[in-house]
């Protein structure tokens, strides 16, 4: 029997299947979604008012994120959901997504590439 060990091969790095969009105008500030996500992705933006006068929810750790849909579930004003990521990449692209929408990833990596 062999004593060499196998050398371990690293796994490329998986890419989430959807991206987290938020309708930040449409939050209003309930922390359902920051308390139940399983993976602290979410927290309120207590920078920023949204016009209802709500601090709506951002994301602290999108890498965290594991696409479980509990936030999309349990928000009872539809202003969090996952999208398919061309669709979503297509829209954010084109500047044609609607006012106080956010997707984190995108915007962190925008952030990483300057
Ligand atoms: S999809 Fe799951 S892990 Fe991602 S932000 Fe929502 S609750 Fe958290
Ligand atoms: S559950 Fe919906 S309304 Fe409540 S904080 Fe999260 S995104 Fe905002």
């Known amino acids: 029997m062999s004593s060499v060990r196998k050398p371990i091969t690293p796994k490329p790095p998986r890419q989430r ?33 949204n016009r209802k006068g709500y601090h709506p929810v951002d994301a602290c750790d999108i890498e965290a994120c594991v696409n479980c849909e509990f936030c999309e579930r349990i928000c009872p004003d ?24 956010i997707i984190p990833e995108f915007e962190a990596e925008k952030k990483e590439a300057k």
């Open 17 to 49: 299947e959807k991206v987290l969009v938020i309708l930040q105008e449409q939050c209003k500030q309930c922390g359902l979604c920051v308390e139940f996500c399983p993976k602290n992705v979410l927290c309120l933006d207590m920078t920023k008012y």
């Open 78 to 101: 539809m202003a969090i959901f996952l999208a398919d990521r061309d669709e979503a990449r297509e829209a954010y692209e084109k500047g044609a997504l609607e006012e106080g929408t």
